[in-house]
C-alpha cells in the first residue's frame, strides 16, 4: 500500500467482530527480515518475526491466528492497554474534589482500562510513513464517561517499524477534562519464539534501583524499595527464571515477577529501560522509553488453557511482557509521578523496542 525507505505496509482483512465491523490486518516489512503484523482491533500486535544467530526467522510473540482467539478477552496479548495501564485500588479515585468510581474487574481493584479497554475497540487506522520507516497509527475517542473516566480522550499509538530493526511505539492524546492516562503496550514475549515453552532462561537487565512493594492484590502500598539483595535486582543481566521461586514475600504476591521498577535514568526524553538475551537463539530485546517505569510480568497467570498460535497452548510463564508506563495506582499516591492530563495539554509517551542478536 505503501512503502517508505525500506520499509513497506501492507493490509488486508482479519474477519470481523460480533456487531459486524471490520477488522484489518497491517503487515509491516523491513529489508533486514523483521515483520510485524498488527490489527485494528484493540491495536494487538499479532506477530512480529525477527532473526536469530543463524538467520532463521521465528514469530516471538503470543498471540492467534485469527480474530476469534482475541475476542474471547485472553490476558492483553500484544494489545494497547488504556486508559489506564495497570491498577487502580478498588477502581476509586479523588481528582480536583470530586470521586470517581471505575469499573473494577480484577478482585476488588480496576485492571488496564477495566471491563471494555482500549484493548477490546476497534480503533481507526491508516497506514503512516516516516523518515526512518513505516507503520500504522491507530486512532480512538474514548466518550466521556467510559469504564468511569471523566472526559473525551482522544488518542493516537502509532507504530513503526524502522530499517535498524526497532519497533517505535509512540503515543498521544488530549482531553477536555483532567483525566488519569497511562497508556502502554501489552505484548508477551518468547524470544526463543511463540510456542516455545517457558522464558525462565531469557537473561534480563532492568535498569532499576528501586520498585514499588504491592500487597496480595497487586496494589501499591506506597513504599519504593531498593531492589538490592532481593531477587528483583536485575542491574546485572540475569536468568528470569534463577530467582523466581525463591519465599520473597513480593514474588508470593505476583506468583513470580508482576511489579513496576522505577527506571533510574529517567530524563526528559528517551532512557534506557531494559535488556533482554535469549541465549539459546542469540536474540536480544533492548527497550528504551520516555516513561518513569516498567511492569515486568512473568506470564504468571497464563496456567495452559489458552490455545493460540498453531494450537499452541500458553503455559505458566510462557511469555513475558515489559510493559512502559506511569506507576500503577499513581492516581491514589501523590509522591508518584502524576498521571493526570489536564485541558489544554499534550500526553504523549514513547517507548522503543530494538531487536537484534549476539553470539
Ligand atoms: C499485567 C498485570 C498482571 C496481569 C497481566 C495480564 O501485567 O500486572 O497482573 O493482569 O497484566 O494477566
Not at 506477530?47 to 538467520?55: A, E, Q
Not at 504476591?253 to 535514568?265: C, E, I, T
Request: aromatic residues 10%; negative net charge; hydrophobic residues 35%.
Amino acid at each position: 500500500m505503501k512503502s517508505s525507505n525500506l520499509v513497506a505496509v501492507t493490509r488486508r482483512s482479519f474477519g470481523a467482530t460480533p456487531d459486524g465491523t471490520h477488522v484489518d490486518i497491517y503487515t509491516i516489512t523491513n529489508a533486514a527480515g523483521v515483520e510485524m503484523r498488527a490489527i485494528n482491533y484493540g491495536g494487538i500486535i499479532t506477530s512480529l518475526k525477527v532473526p536469530d544467530r543463524s538467520g532463521q526467522r521465528d514469530d516471538v510473540v503470543l498471540g492467534f491466528d485469527s480474530v476469534d482467539g482475541y475476542l474471547k478477552a485472553p490476558p492483553y496479548f500484544g494489545a494497547i492497554v488504556g486508559r489506564y495501564g495497570n491498577r487502580i485500588a478498588n477502581g476509586r479515585f479523588t481528582l480536583e474534589g470530586e470521586i470517581f468510581e471505575l469499573a473494577t474487574n480484577d478482585g476488588p481493584n480496576h485492571l488496564h482500562g477495566g471491563v471494555k479497554g482500549f484493548d477490546k475497540v476497534v480503533w481507526a487506522a491508516r497506514p503512516i510513513e516516516g523518515t526512518r520507516g513505516a507503520g500504522v497509527e491507530f486512532t480512538r475517542t474514548s466518550p466521556d464517561g467510559e469504564e468511569g473516566y471523566p472526559g473525551n480522550l482522544n488518542t493516537t499509538v502509532t507504530y513503526t517499524v524502522t530499517d535498524d530493526n526497532e519497533l517505535v511505539v509512540e503515543y498521544r492524546a488530549t482531553a477536555d477534562r483532567a483525566t488519569p492516562v497511562n497508556l502502554t503496550q501489552h505484548t508477551y514475549f518468547n524470544l526463543a519464539g511463540d510456542g516455545s515453552g517457558d522464558i525462565l532462561g531469557h537473561e534480563l537487565m532492568l535498569d532499576a534501583d528501586h520498585y514499588t512493594l504491592v500487597d496480595e492484590t497487586l496494589i501499591p502500598t506506597g513504599e519504593i524499595a531498593a531492589v538490592e539483595g532481593t531477587p528483583f535486582d536485575f542491574r546485572r543481566r540475569t536468568a528470569i527464571g534463577a530467582r523466581i521461586d525463591l519465599p520473597h514475600v513480593q514474588l508470593r504476591h505476583a506468583k513470580g515477577y508482576d511489579h513496576n521498577f522505577v527506571l533510574s535514568r529517567r530524563g526528559d526524553g528517551l532512557h534506557h529501560a531494559a535488556d533482554v538475551f535469549e541465549p539459546r537463539t542469540g536474540r536480544t530485546l533492548s527497550i528504551d522509553t520516555t516513561e518513569p517505569g516498567v511492569q515486568f510480568y512473568s506470564g504468571n497467570f497464563l496456567d495452559g488453557t489458552i490455545a493460540g498460535k498453531a494450537g499452541h497452548l500458553y503455559g505458566f510463564r510462557n511469555g513475558f511482557c515489559l510493559e512502559t508506563q506511569h506507576f500503577p495506582d499513581s492516581p491514589n499516591h501523590a509522591h508518584f509521578p502524576s498521571t493526570i492530563v489536564k485541558p489544554g495539554q499534550m500526553y504523549s509517551s514513547k517507548t522503543v523496542f530494538r531487536f537484534g542478536i549476539r553470539n
